[in-house]
């Protein structure tokens, strides 16, 4: 992949950020936020959407507040950038927050939630979307799948994370159930009508999780991002995948913070007591024997330790847009 | 209630903030979290596990951080002392975090977030409680049903407040259908067999909500608390409602947080932004005709409208407590 943004022109930091984040998701089994997105975002660069050489502009606006103009580089980078500077905040004060305007994609939330664990802190990420998850009471979307984010660092493992979609499910999860041909759940989307559908390709909204309390969370996250960096809520945000890419710009906005845990209690004593309750819940009688029961991340972790090993699977149709835009690969070399 | 307190020998500060909380609730139509609490206050006050006069320590850690010991507190007094603490600090550095440690229960979490709304900044209120949500894929509960409120300033009316547990309903939602003697939806709860029940009598737990995403955020929220704290978890932590209420301290961890929005946009420009969008929502066509569409504080708002007229229907149950608690009510004056 680095090859194939290379050619592009990608600068180098782009191209480390987007590598790293969708072979780490991909490891993680995340199939929807993982590499299998990386012939469409070379579409976006070739259309001009994603700017290969962006000047991201970091103003420091308190001690623990930045704006991040991301002059729509790679969401992937953006992000980076903005956690690091969080977490560089939270170091001194405690606490560090980014708002990231001017953005594109920026893949799973959880990439930019390991570099804050990774640095003792807890990390917060966040960010809008087109509209696609259906508001409460009504039959359209308003908001979109906007997800939340959550990390924590643990004792003997890799960090506690929750990484979830408001919606009841991501929309790339089924864009690639419409790819592998499958149905979806009746209670995941409806279509144009408001009406439930099994069909991916007639999905026209995702039903908020919880009902109002995912809208109501969905909207929480538009105002941390959207609102708050003063760009354009998940309405009026361009569809990614529209019938036609061009260089309109999305102008996604995200949100990062990071807490500094020595700030609260010694990051040791933290670990020691998060790492004693991941352990306790492991061990409690499952409702169905024989099904472990997990934390948020378990299922993660479990996958990463298999594909580490194994690799990533990519399918056939996925694989001929590989193909379709790089001569780094080929039917031989998978890579 | 302010009498009643005071004859036994409340400090004024957590009067003020108790009586303000449960009536503000109260007037929201949050009847699970409003006045209807008071008698049980009273009694856990003469049980001596709430802190008639407490010190409540506030030790600054970082510029962005602090520690408070509620010292038993009502949770109230603490929460409020704790919010204002973080808007201090949001004031000076863009950002507040405040953990509260040894604290009892502080009833709405939307009292905390509006104090931080109406000082222009974006308000965060979390709290721990006891184990009541069934943990996902097993049979019984790990995590309290831990809300988590947001609230944002707004231009033309009161903030826009999202407060919500992140079981399917709260707990003492459930009490009130007990007293009430009204079943309960089949999905929102199970028995101590983890079986689904409509009896609010027979419920052992409540179900997260979205079921593995509501589950996973009960524990970030426990993170944010009682980890960070330095107390216990939800699984360890006291039920509200014991069989005898007696002198052992509950120890509830919250974590407040208030982000200030000048840092990042003008309030007015932000104020006048989320306006629009939360106008273009409630005139959003509805799925039923005549239903008209909601943001999050919508339903309380109406019923404030209407309460703060009308005033606060108190079911005849909950007099009965009232009477028993104090002199300060009686049949012919409901105060």
Redesign the interface.
């Known amino acids: 992949m680095q090859k194939t943004l290379e050619q592009r022109m990608v600068n180098p930091d782009s191209i480390d950020h987007v590598v790293s984040s969708l072979i780490q998701t991909s490891l993680r089994g995340v199939d929807s936020h993982g590499i299998n997105l990386f012939p469409h975002y070379c579409r976006a660069v070739d259309a001009k959407r994603i700017n290969r050489t962006p000047s991201i502009i970091i103003s420091q606006?308190?001690?623990?507040?930045a704006?991040v103009d991301a002059d729509n580089a790679f969401g992937h980078h953006a992000g980076a950038v903005a956690m690091d500077k969080a977490v560089e905040m939270a170091k001194?004060?405690?606490?560090?927050?980014a708002?990231v305007k001017n953005s594109t994609h920026f893949a799973a939330a959880a990439y930019f939630g390991f570099r804050a664990a990774d640095r003792d802190c807890?990390g917060f990420a966040f960010t809008n979307a087109n509209a696609l998850v259906k508001?409460?009471?009504?039959?359209?979307a308003?908001f979109g799948t906007n997800p939340?984010c959550?990390t924590?660092p643990l004792e003997r493992e890799g960090p506690?994370c929750?990484d979830?979609a408001t919606a009841?499910v991501s929309w790339n999860k089924i864009n690639n159930y419409r790819r592998e041909n499958r149905d979806i759940p009746m209670h995941w989307a409806s279509d144009s009508k408001?009406n439930p559908v099994t069909d991916p390709g007639q999905v026209q909204t995702i039903n908020p999780?919880?009902d109002?309390?995912?809208?109501?969370?969905g909207?929480?996250i538009?105002?941390?991002c959207g609102?708050?960096?003063?760009g354009p809520?998940s309405?009026d945000i361009l569809p990614m995948y529209p019938p036609k890419l061009d260089s309109t710009k999305r102008r996604l906005s995200h949100f990062f913070?990071a807490?500094?845990?020595d700030?609260?209690?010694g990051v040791a004593?933290?670990k020691k007591?998060?790492q004693r309750?991941v352990d306790?819940?492991r061990v409690?009688?499952?409702?169905?024997a024989g099904?472990?029961?997990?934390?948020?991340g378990d299922p993660e972790k479990k996958n990463y330790s298999i594909r580490v090993i194994e690799g990533i699977p990519v399918d056939d149709a996925i694989f001929e847009e590989f193909l379709a835009i790089s001569s780094e690969f080929s039917r031989t070399v998978k890579s």
Chains 1, 2 share one sequence.
């Not at 606006?61 to 507040?65: A, E, I, N, R």
């Not at 508001?135 to 359209?140: D, L, N, P, S, Y």
């Not at 099904?291 to 948020?296: F, G, L, S, T």
């Open positions: 606006t308190g001690t623990s507040t704006i001194k004060t405690g606490v560090g927050t708002s807890l508001t409460f009471g009504a039959k359209e308003f939340i959550f924590a506690f929750l979830m009841v408001g999780v919880g109002y309390k995912g809208y109501g969370l909207m929480m538009d105002i941390l609102v708050l960096a003063g809520a309405k913070m807490i500094d845990i700030k609260f209690l004593q933290f007591n998060l309750i306790e819940i409690v009688e499952p409702a169905v099904q472990k029961v997990m934390v948020a």
